[in-house]
């Protein structure tokens, strides 16, 4: 990695100089390395347990396990461009016992934005989240230990039956940290 320009410096940096290539500033930007990297330290320290994803095309998911078994990291990466699909309707299954305590994401506009992409720091989820179901497109499900599903809820958020429905951005690394009791 170097500090380099945006344009014309190495393509990998997690920070740049936003003046010109050949030019300085007093200024950086963060790339989008980065804002990724952010998205790792809740995982840190985990030991990695079986993840299931399906449906919704191009989504990959992975879960960790930490704290003798209380704490679980789900980070579902949502490689659809959001250009062509917008977002897909996904199911999250949660163990017996754990519930989400937060949620972040790092998105963007499409899989190609390199200057644009947008940050929503950890915070704890809202009672109703947007949820589109299996019936407006292409649906996944994520599963930390405990299965998959995907689901025609109408509302979005935590159902009676523990289960987690939400909308996810298309182009976008979506991270929930479920704690147990």
Known sequence: ??????????????????????????????????LGLRLLVPSVGGEFTRTAVD????????????????TLVTTVINANDAAKVGGNPVTVSTPS?????????????????????????????????????DGAGASGGASSPGGASSSAASNGGVGDDGKLRIDLAGSSVTVFVMSKG
Do not use: W
């Not at 997690?14 to 790339?31: K, M, T, W, Y």
């Not at 960790?64 to 078994?69: F, I, L, R, T």
């Not at 506009?109 to 950890?122: G, M």
């Open 55 to 70: 449906g919704g095309g191009n989504m990959s998911a992975y879960t960790v396990v930490k704290n003798d078994g209380r």
């Open 1 to 34: 990695s170097m500090l380099g320009a945006c344009n014309g410096g190495a393509p990998m940096s997690l920070i740049c100089d936003p003046a010109d290539h050949g030019d300085r500033s007093n200024e950086f930007q963060v790339r989008p390395n980065m």
């Open 97 to 133: 016992g754990f519930s989400v305590s937060s949620a972040s994401q790092v998105f963007g506009e499409s899989n190609d934005v390199k200057s644009a992409t947008q940050v929503v720091p950890a915070n704890p989820l809202p009672d109703s989240v947007p949820f589109s179901g």
